[in-house]
C-alpha cells in the first residue's frame, strides 16, 4: 500500500514553459515534504522541502505547494531549462520516521 | 570525503551467494539509512542508524537482509543467500540532524544484479 504516489511516471514540457509535478499521500500524520531529484547514475539529491504548518515554500526557480486537505503537493518549476531533465522523487515523513518515498516522475524539458 | 561514498558501484553475483554493501557517510553524519530502489519502483526504506541508539530495522524485507554500523561511521550491508528479486540499486544516505525530517545526503548507489 503506498503512502505516496506520483501517478505520472514522466512528464515533457517545453523549454522556459512550466513544469508542474504532483504527489498525493494517504497518510495524514505526514508533517513534511521533500522533493528530491535524480540524474542517472547519481544519488538522489535533495531539492525542496515544506513543513504541514505552510502551504507554500519558493526557492528561486522552484516553488513546492501542499493542500492538506486534499493530501496533495506539486512542484512547480517556471521557466524550466533542459537541465531540469531528470527524475523527480516526492517524500514525506511523520515525526521521527524514515522518509516514504514516491515511484518518480521523469520530466524531459524539450530545447 | 565530502559526500557519502558507497563501494562497490556495480556487483553482479550468483543466485544463492551472499554480498557486502559498503557505506562510509559524510563525516559528522549521525544518521545513516540504506534504501533501495527496484526497477519501476520508487526508494524503499531499508534500515536507519541514529548514532549510538538501536538501528529501525523495520523496513528490511527478509532475515536474510542485516546491516551493522561500526565506530557510528561506516556501514555494511549483507545480503545472504541473494535472490533474483534481491536486484536493484542499493542507496546510502546521511543527515546531521537527529530527526529524520532533515535533508538526506545520497551516495551514487550499489547496482545488484542477481543473475
Known amino acids: ?111 | 570525503g565530502a559526500g557519502v561514498s558507497q563501494s562497490p558501484s556495480n556487483k553482479v553475483t550468483e543466485k544463492g551467494k551472499d554480498v557486502e554493501l559498503r557505506c562510509d557517510p559524510i563525516s559528522g553524519h549521525t544518521a545513516l539509512y540504506w534504501y533501495r530502489q527496484s526497477l519501476g519502483q520508487g526508494l524503499e526504506f531499508l534500515i536507519y542508524f541514529q548514532g549510538n541508539s538501536a538501528p529501525d530495522k523495520s523496513g528490511l524485507p527478509s532475515d536474510r537482509f542485516s546491516a551493522e554500523r561500526t565506530g557510528g561511521s561506516v556501514s555494511t550491508l549483507t545480503i545472504q543467500r541473494t535472490q533474483q528479486e534481491d536486484s536493484a540499486v542499493y542507496l546510502c544516505a546521511s543527515s546531521a540532524g537527529t530527526g529524520i525530517t532533515g535533508e538526506l545526503f545520497f551516495g551514487e548507489g550499489s547496482r545488484l544484479t542477481v543473475l
Open chain 1, 1 to 111: 500500500d503506498q503512502q505516496v504516489k506520483q501517478n505520472s511516471p514522466s512528464l515533457s514540457v517545453q523549454e522556459g514553459r512550466i513544469s508542474i509535478l504532483n504527489c498525493d499521500y494517504t497518510n495524514s500524520m505526514f508533517d513534511y515534504f521533500l522533493w528530491y531529484k535524480k540524474y542517472p547514475a547519481e544519488g538522489p539529491t535533495f531539492l525542496i522541502s515544506i513543513s504541514s504548518i505552510k502551504d507554500k515554500n519558493e526557492d528561486g526557480r522552484f516553488t513546492v505547494f501542499l493542500n492538506k486537505s486534499a493530501k496533495h503537493l506539486s512542484l512547480h518549476i517556471v521557466p524550466s531549462q533542459p537541465g531540469d531533465s531528470a527524475v523527480y522523487f516526492c517524500a514525506a515523513s511523520e515525526g521521527n520516521t524514515p522518509l516514504v518515498f514516491g515511484k518518480g516522475t521523469r520530466l524531459s524539458v524539450i530545447a
